[in-house]
């Protein structure tokens, strides 16, 4: 166990708007008296109805039913733009970096407004109102930005769809929500090379009923040549040139669904995970405060894309709320060259700098030099996001990008839980590398074993939550029974993480990983599920299991088992169909990365794959199997081991 303790610094203790001492009274007071706490930090964002009403939450047994602010009546574009114009109107809100260094572009507040309210007139025109679903499938432009927020604005609800999803995803969730609407551009631009988005929105909407989209909405990005539908189509510029940069902002009540973001789980289709206005923004605007210790006038990097979770609430959602500036990054962390984050930190002065795992390992391999030619003295506070974050690359992260100055905030969400549940506070926390540390105010985490027994003091086991926050996701959308099931269902009465963890005698929550069906790949979840039924789709083959595996760079990677149809031939040309297979039909971020083919899986006489077995395989650790003496045919496992792809 790593018991290297980081104590807070003087720096960071100095300015911090949240002490150890205030930590600890907030949380107390946040876990003794939620209604109270809430009702007060409710108050952080504009309301045009106040609310009574703060709490009104139930994990069941039986019922689940999660309401915050219920009677309050917001806009989360007005709270996220209008309401900034007196005192910072000519405030710079987004600074845009392009994928090619010399394209960069800074737009204020007011400048937001002006181009927030044509997106939403542009939206208008073609029918969009409260409640409607518009899918997003864009770029990392500010256009994306615009577009999520014009739909904010209306009450519209938005589904970004990540930009490396194949047509057969993004058909399934645009069918998914029913959504008339696709706002995408001619093509993306990312490390220099084009991705072609038009595209694959035509190729997505062949695949669905005639009637289903009226409207794709074009943003010139390239300027690449892409088919047009007379009736369907448009460019957004010709449209926005036909409207006017003022657009009312619509009313909605806490509960009015702002946005859904479809998400993998450990069975069956990605679900539409719902998030409403009032308390996500509460929730998402008060932890990019704490978390970051941002202070007016800092500039602040996330580097996900708008198309995950953490894109909706820490470049988008929380940062403006709060009146910040927010850096969008079109481009990737190696290109033009290694160097590329740490010139971007010098370029634009950033301050806070939000990363992944997966991106400072990829980097560690270069060498510190990369980094160490540039400057990085406005950097303050660095954040880690997305899987556990192993303790060699948090030194790295601390000592080579930070400088031993920066203190390192390793943030454990989800994009079910809305905003950061999990995280040390830069003056507050000592940190652990490798931990995950402590409880947000009014996150209740508890450890508990197979038999929904909570575990006291230091332990490990399954992680959950026992009491709601408001940033919570609300439902599946259009299955509630789903959203019950899949969270409320193991553990009764609890929201289930899907995650394992160990708490430590200090009360620190460090994060194991998965305990279920799902894998994280690069910081992205991926159901085995899915990549499963995508392999038995190919005619060759007959039966598929996947199972994560240790990656140096992924955090895991993808390992599939896959049998072969009666006559068909292994061989290396065919693993390279399988992996081409998998990543047309769903997107790169689904590629296996090792294919074993094997002529049976081991199964249980009742038919059930065992895998577990296949896990320690894959993890090149099959002398441990445990008990394989329950398998319908235990001599497959011998073929299993024989041909393992994974020697280390
Ligand atoms: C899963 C959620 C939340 C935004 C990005 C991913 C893993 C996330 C951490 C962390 C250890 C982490 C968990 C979680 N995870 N952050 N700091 N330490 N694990 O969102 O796609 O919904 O995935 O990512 O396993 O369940 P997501």
């Not at 003091?457 to 259009?478: F, H, K, Y």
């Not at 553990?491 to 995650?499: A, L, T, V």
Request: glycine share 8%.
């Amino acid at each position: 166990m790593n018991q290297r303790v980081v104590d807070v610094s003087q720096d960071a203790r100095a300015r911090a708007h949240i002490d150890e001492a205030k930590y600890q009274a907030w949380y107390e007071a946040s876990i003794r008296d939620p209604e109270a706490f809430w009702r007060e930090h409710g108050k952080r964002i504009d309301w045009f109805t106040p609310y009574a009403k703060v709490k009104e939450t139930t994990f069941g047994p039986g019922d689940v039913s999660i309401k915050w602010f219920s009677d309050g009546v917001t806009n989360a574009a007005h709270n996220c733009i209008d309401r900034h114009l007196a005192a910072r109107g000519n405030q710079v809100a987004i600074i845009w970096e392009g994928d090619d260094p010399s394209e960069s572009r800074h737009i204020t507040y007011r400048e937001l407004h002006a181009e927030v309210c044509r997106m939403a007139n542009v939206l208008r025109n073609r029918g969009v109102s409260k409640g409607d679903r518009v899918t997003i499938y864009l770029p990392m432009i500010p256009e994306a930005a615009f577009a999520m927020l014009a739909c904010a604005r209306l009450g519209a609800i938005h589904s970004v769809v990540f930009g490396g999803f194949s047509p057969d995803s993004l058909a399934g969730r645009i069918q998914g929500c029913d959504s008339k609407l696709v706002i995408t551009a001619d093509e993306g631009l990312r490390g220099g090379r084009k991705v072609p988005l038009k595209a694959n929105v035509d190729a997505a909407i062949q695949r669905l009923p005639a009637d289903s989209v009226d409207h794709v909405i074009v943003v010139r990005r390239t300027g690449g040549a892409v088919e047009m539908d007379p009736v369907r189509d448009v460019y957004y510029d010709a449209a926005a040139a036909q409207v006017t940069d003022e657009c009312p902002v619509t009313h909605v009540e806490a509960e009015h669904p702002l946005f859904l973001l479809y998400t993998s789980g450990s069975t069956g289709q990605p679900k539409g995970v719902v998030h409403t206005t009032g308390g996500y923004l509460v929730y998402a605007s008060m932890t990019h405060q704490y978390v970051f210790d941002y202070h007016e006038g800092d500039i602040y990097w996330c580097t996900a894309d708008v198309g995950w979770v953490t894109g909706h609430s820490y470049i988008l959602y929380g940062p403006l709320a709060n009146g910040a500036t927010t850096l969008m990054f079109e481009g990737i962390p190696t290109y033009p060259s290694i160097s590329r984050f740490w010139e971007v930190v010098d370029k634009h002065k950033v301050n806070i700098f939000y990363t992944a795992p997966t991106a400072i390992r990829s980097l560690m391999g270069a060498g510190e030099e990369p980094v160490k030619k540039t400057s990085r003295k406005s950097l303050r506070v660095l954040g880690s996001v997305g899987e556990p974050i192993n303790p060699e690359a948090w030194e790295w992260y601390y000592r080579v990008v930070g400088d031993q100055r920066c203190p390192i905030v390793d943030t454990w969400w989800q994009t079910e839980t809305g905003g950061i549940l999990i995280t040390p506070l830069p003056g507050a926390t000592p940190l652990k590398p490798g931990s995950a540390t402590r409880p947000f105010f009014g996150v209740k985490p508890v450890v508990v074993d197979s038999d929904n027994k909570v575990l006291d003091g230091a332990c490990e086991g399954n992680l959950c939550i026992d009491d709601s926050w408001p940033g919570q996701m609300r439902t599946v959308w259009g299955d509630h029974e789903r959203f019950v099931q899949t969270y409320f269902s193991t553990f009764p009465g609890r929201y289930f993480s899907g995650d394992g963890c160990r708490r430590d005698a200090d009360g620190y929550y460090w994060i194991t990983g998965r305990v279920d069906d799902v894998i994280n790949v690069s910081g992205h979840r991926m159901g085995t599920a899915e990549v499963e039924s995508s392999l038995v789709a190919h005619p060759k083959v007959s039966e598929a299991a996947v199972v994560g595996y240790p990656h140096d760079i992924k955090g895991q990677g993808i390992y599939a088992y896959v049998t072969l149809m009666q006559g068909e031939e292994p061989s290396d040309a065919l693993r390279k169909e399988l992996v081409a297979w998998v990543r047309k039909d769903i997107g790169p971020i689904a590629s296996p990365d090792l294919i074993q083919f094997a002529p049976g899986l081991p199964k249980t006489r009742s038919g059930k794959i065992m895998r577990r077995i296949l896990r320690k395989i894959a993890e090149d650790e099959f002398s441990s199997l445990g008990d394989t003496s329950t398998l319908a045919e235990p001599a497959v496992v011998d073929d299993l081991i024989e041909n393992r792809q994974n020697r280390t």
